[in-house]
T-cell receptor, first 115, second 115 residues
Framework: AQSVAQPEDQVNVAEGNPLTVKCTYS??????LFWYVQYPNRGLQFLLK??????LVKGSYGFEAEFNKSQTSFHLKKPSALVSDSALYFC?????????????FGTGTKLQVIP | SAVISQKPSRDICQRGTSLTIQCQVD?????MFWYRQQPGQSLTLIAT?????????ESGFVIDKFPISRPNLTFSTLTVSNMSPEDSSIYLC????????????FGPGTRLTVT
């Protein structure tokens, strides 16, 4: 069975500082990995994905994530946090063994950027 | 990307009644899903809505309680039947675009309160 762990319920960071939101995963075979963001009272938005290739993937709003196969991690990063980045972030994983594979979402990490 | 609308955006219903939630997508999609989310919590997949056939339900969800229709490739409905306060939640429609790498796009959600 596949799983996703987001070990931090909340991450607090000062505006202008770099931010990291952690994600580790477990899946059979090679993973497809995703980050989604949910702003208050809004639906989820796709941020970025890792399918194959370069381990560092860039996404919307200046976010990037690094795929680390040996550590089974896919941490979300941004060099300089904005107050507007404050939101709920979800990591998700699915297998890529062919056909439709169900996506498993993490429990979410609330990012609070402090002015 | 895809533009997804849901109706209603919110509702307050009495226990024992039913509510039908509509999901409309601006393009034809193969895969459409219904999720439930408690505010600030992770997503729970209810079912995959299959065009032209019965929906595929996840463990803990049954067709009698959550009947789903998918009459075409751009529209689906989820009905929450015989509601109880435990059904109070946010219901999200989600799609995967045909030919994409399985990133999901979400509707804005329907916030349901059962009294």
């Amino acid at each position: 069975a596949q799983s996703v762990a987001q070990p931090e319920d909340q991450v607090n960071v000062a505006e202008g500082n770099p931010l990291t939101v952690k994600c580790t995963y477990s899946v059979s075979g090679n993973p497809y990995l995703f980050w989604y963001v949910q702003y208050p009272n809004r639906g989820l938005q796709f941020l970025l994905k890792y399918i194959t290739g370069d381990n560092l993937v860039k996404g919307s709003y200046g976010f990037e994530a690094e795929f680390n196969k040996s550590q089974t991690s896919f941490h979300l990063k941004k060099p300089s946090a904005l107050v507007s980045d404050s939101a709920l972030y979800f990591c998700a994983v699915r297998g890529n063994s062919g056909g439709y594979q169900k996506v498993t979402f993490g429990t979410g990490t609330k990012l609070q950027v402090i002015p | 990307s895809a533009v997804i609308s849901q109706k209603p955006s919110r509702d307050i219903c009495q226990r024992g009644t039913s509510l039908t939630i509509q999901c409309q997508v601006d393009s034809q999609v193969t895969m459409m899903f219904w999720y439930r989310q408690q505010p600030g919590q992770s997503l729970t997949l209810i079912a995959t809505a299959n065009q032209g056939s019965e929906a595929t339900y996840e463990s803990g969800f049954v067709i009698d309680k959550f009947p789903i229709s998918r009459p075409n490739l751009t529209f689906s409905t989820l009905t929450v039947s015989n509601m109880s306060p435990e059904d109070s939640s946010i219901y999200l429609c989600s799609v995967v675009l045909t030919g994409s790498s399985y990133e999901q796009y979400f509707g804005p959600g329907t916030r349901l309160t059962v009294t």
